[in-house]
């Protein structure tokens, strides 16, 4: 079995400009790791209010390569989101 047969699977390319995800404007792209927690703790922010039947699931984060420093920052991150009210975070 599959994680895409069990599990919603959401893929992001980040941070901004890396994998299909640009900016047309030179300020969107993240210039250190602060950056690129707060551009996707605003992304899950977003994307939990539009689709927020996804609220109720458990939140995994995984990643490769470089990402074990944005998948750290992004689980820290998952905690301001867990105490608004979405999903909690698992690493």
């Known amino acids: 079995m599959t994680w ?36 996707m703790l605003e992304f899950l922010q977003q994307f939990f209010t539009l689709f927020d039947h996804y609220n109720q699931n458990e939140f995994y984060i995984t990643g490769e390569s470089y990402a074990g420093a944005y998948a750290v920052l992004n689980a820290r991150n998952g905690t301001l989101i867990d105490s608004a009210g979405a999903p909690s975070c698992v690493l």
């Open 4 to 39: 895409t047969q069990r599990y919603s699977v959401l893929y992001v390319d980040q941070p901004v400009g890396t994998g299909f995800s640009f900016t047309d404007d030179e300020a969107g792209y993240a210039r250190n790791l602060t950056d690129v927690g707060r551009d």
